[in-house]
């Protein structure tokens, strides 16, 4: 099976339901999906590609896609979807990913469950905290169109200028699209509402997140495009030497997406910081 067939389970835990899907063999890998994405919004390149090495898992959040319970309205209670789900999984320490506003999550989980973290890797997000680099507008007023189309998908998560970027969009959004069976349940616009708490709760950082990152042991990678019009690389940049295990990696001519554009190259990133961080 792979990433475009795999079948959809679910983890019941407590008083809720959790999807998941299953890719590969290998050391399990818990991967967080961004504002408004499902179990089918994965490129399932990358999925595949990160399948050669680990055992990845990718889910919809509480109360979202096809996941049942209460909706959470705060990071720790998104933070706490990953830990439910290793537990009813029967995953003791696992790698970490999360893009955007999965990216976010990560880092909580990362913070405050450290030791079932081994190492983290962060998908076009930013760190914890005020910023100095804001999200573009052109970004809001498309993410928040219902039913928008490749354009927009070019917009949010490619870089419109390259017409290198726009073909391997093209690309991406025909393996996403390529799933016929199993397809997951949308997350409708009143959820929506439900992610901006949990951004607000990541900027007002009650967890103190911001400097415990500056505290881990735990490595972080960090990929981000050049042109990322949702959180520009330049936050990451502003704690440069603060964060003493974090990597950045920045992709010319990408945008917010840069593991749809280049999954494969992705993958190989993520596989050679994993390997080369291993028992540090």
């Not at 089918?40 to 680990?54: K, S, T």
């Not at 005020?130 to 870089?159: C, G, K, R, S």
């Not at 992705?266 to 961080?277: D, K, L, T, V």
């Amino acid at each position: 099976m792979n990433a475009a067939t795999v079948r959809t389970h679910f983890a019941a835990i407590n008083n809720k339901k959790i999807a998941y899907r299953r890719i590969g063999n290998g050391d399990p890998m818990i991967l967080c999906q961004r504002f408004r994405g499902n179990l089918d919004d994965w490129d399932p390149g990358f999925l595949d590609e990160l399948g050669r090495h680990y055992e990845v898992y990718i889910f919809d959040p509480t109360g979202m896609g096809s996941s049942e319970g209460t909706v959470n309205s705060d990071m720790m209670g998104f933070a706490r979807d990953v830990i439910d789900l290793a537990d009813a999984l029967q995953i003791d320490q696992f790698l970490l990913g999360g893009w955007s506003f999965g990216g976010m999550v990560a880092q909580i989980v990362t913070t405050e469950f450290s030791s079932r973290v081994h190492q983290t890797i962060l998908m076009g997000t930013k760190p914890p905290g005020q910023v100095n680099h804001p999200i573009e507008e052109i970004f809001l007023q498309t993410a928040y169109i219902e039913d928008y189309t490749f354009e927009h998908e070019v917009i949010l998560f490619f870089e419109p200028i390259s017409e290198r970027s726009r073909t391997l969009a093209k690309a991406s959004h025909d393996r996403i699209n390529s799933r016929t069976i199993d397809r997951d349940t949308k997350v409708k616009p009143p959820l929506w509402e439900y992610y901006g708490k949990g951004v607000a709760d990541f900027v007002k950082d009650p967890y103190n997140c911001r400097q415990k990152l500056q505290e881990t042991t735990i490595p972080i990678l960090v990929i981000s495009g050049d042109h990322e019009v949702c959180f520009p690389p330049e936050n990451w940049f502003d704690l440069n030497r603060a964060l003493p295990t974090t990597q950045v990696v920045v992709i010319p001519r990408a945008g917010h997406g840069p593991h749809h554009q280049y999954p494969a190259m992705a993958a190989s990133y993520i596989h050679a910081f994993i390997e080369n961080n291993k028992n540090k």
